[in-house]
Every structure is written in C-alpha cells, then in structure tokens.
C-alpha cells in the first residue's frame, strides 16, 4: 500500500469527514468562553480531532462483523481487508494517547476526564445500546454534545455555566432528527447489520412525523440561544432566525415526500444549519 493509499484508509478509520465537524464544534466552545485564537485552542481542538479519530477506529473494530453485512460499509477498513485489527487497535491507542495529550497541555484536568467520558459513553455505552434498542440515539446523542462542552471548559469556562449548557443542549437535541434521517436513509442496511431500527417500532410514516417533530425542536432551541448570551449582535441574531423560518417549511417536506432524494437534501440542510450556527457564534464571540 503506498503512502496515500495509506493515509486514506486511516482518514476512513478515523472517520475524518465526521471528526471534522465535531472538532469545529469544540473550537465554537472553546471561543464561546475565550473569544481569540491561541496555541492551546489549537492544541484543543487538534486533540478533540484525534480523540474522534481513535474512538472512531475503535467502533470500527467493535463492529466489523456487522460492517461486512451492509453495503454501505463493507468496504470501510477492517471488512474490506485494507487494515487488519492489530494494526487498527493500534492506530486506535495512538490517535487517543495523542489526543489526550494535546487536550491535557492546552486544556485542564477537567477537560481531559470529560473527553475520556465522552470515549467511555460512545464505545462502551452507546455503541453495544444499538443492538438492543431502536432508541439508543437518545443517550448516544450526548456525544455530540460533549465536544463543545470540552471546549469551553479547556478555555477556562464552569461545566454548568448557562451559554455552554444551552450550546451543548442544542448539538445534544440536533443529533436525533440528524441520525434518524440517516434511519429513513439506510434503515434497511442497519437491519440487515443487526441493529435495532425504528421500523421494528414505527411505520415509516410515524417515524417522518418524529423526526420532524425534533428537527423542529432543534430549531427552537437554537432560536433561545440568544437568551443565553450564546449570541449578542442584533444582525446575528437576526440572521438565525430568517435562517431558521428557511428551514423549517423545508422541514414540513417530511409530510409528503418519502423519496430518498428529499431525505438526503433535508440531512444536508439540517447539517448545512448546525455549520453556519457554529460560524455564527464564532464571529459573534470574535468580532463583536
């Protein structure tokens, strides 16, 4: 295997395109609570970045065996044959000893415990709950709201202050209607891997009426951060709502259309929204 060959598999073992994003999510933490781009944000964030990396690589050994049954990931790392499990476990430890490292020089101690109960929640917690209940999303979307929260905390911020109690309430809200579009998406692929879905319990139809019920709640909640002194420009603010009256009729499309097609552009949209919430906050806490 040549070298980029092999920096890809371990992009794909790392699940970079998902590391990404949540790594940006602690960056808006972390500027929630100190407003200016320094060398230990860069060792935060950087450190998040490996720690969602190896606690990627290590739900990939954890569920190869289900891997191999679905064809949306029978050609990820460990299934295909590109990595074996050895050398997977191994870029696992490094990707987490580095992360926490990195987290541990930019941060503080309480970052780095809640970064470790982060990885204990995701693999040892979430990741065996999918295969005994069809609403393991519900703990599992706590994931998503620890980064943020290790963000703001590695920069000095209480756990329990207010801004980044709502901030990580709304990543924590967004992450259900987000998996569960990916449910009306690939549903019978998870079934087929043996995990719990929706559609053991719902009909389709009454698993679109829920999801649209938390893709609206999602947009409520962050039409409160404001109230929370996540935000404080006038134009931000106000840019979040006409973004948020754009999404929501968009959002009404669950009712009527059931093709793949509509789900994936309301999946895009919906992560399209979390995206520009983050930049916005970003610039709020830079610039004004």
């Known amino acids: 295997m040549n070298l980029s060959s092999k920096i890809s598999t371990l992009f794909e073992l790392g699940k970079i395109k998902i ?23 860069g060792f935060v964030v950087f450190g998040i970045l490996l720690i969602v990396a190896g606690a990627s690589a290590l739900n990939h050994i954890q569920e ?23 050398e ?12 926490c490292g990195l987290l541990a020089w930019g941060g503080n101690t309480t970052s ?14 979430y990741t065996p709950l999918k295969q005994v209940s069809a609403f393991a999303v519900v703990p599992g979307a706590l994931s998503g709201a620890f980064p943020p929260l290790i963000g703001y905390v590695a920069a000095g911020g209480h756990f329990l202050d207010l801004p980044i109690l709502a901030l990580s ?28 879905v929706l559609t053991d319990v719902f009909s389709v139809k009454q698993i679109h009426n ?4 938390w893709m609206l709640a999602t947009i409520m909640v962050a039409l409160l951060l404001p109230v929370f002194d996540v935000f404080s420009s006038k134009i931000l603010i106000w840019s979040l709502l006409a973004m948020s009256l754009w999404i929501i009729p968009n959002s009404f499309i669950l009712l009527k ?31 004004f």
């Open 210 to 213: 829920i999801t649209l019920i």
């Open 257 to 287: 259309n059931y093709d793949r097609i509509t789900i994936r552009k309301l999946f895009l949209r919906l992560n399209l929204y979390f995206l520009i919430v983050m930049i916005m906050i970003s610039i709020d806490r830079l610039y």
């Open 64 to 86: 190869y065996k289900k891997d191999a049954l679905m064809n949306r990931t029978k050609f990820r790392p460990i299934p295909s044959g590109k990595i074996s499990i050895s």
């Open 169 to 196: 309430f709304f990543f924590f809200i967004g992450q259900i209607p987000h998996f569960w579009l990916l449910l009306l998406l690939y549903g019978d692929e998870y079934k087929k891997g043996g995990f719990k």
């Open 112 to 125: 780095l415990w809640i970064a470790i109960f982060s990885i204990f929640w995701y693999n040892l917690v």
């Open 88 to 99: 997977a476990v191994k870029w696992s430890v490094f990707f987490l000893l580095l992360g």
């Open 19 to 41: 590391a990404i994003p949540i790594a940006i999510s602690c960056f808006t933490g972390y500027l929630l609570h100190s407003p200016e781009f320094s060398w230990n944000l």
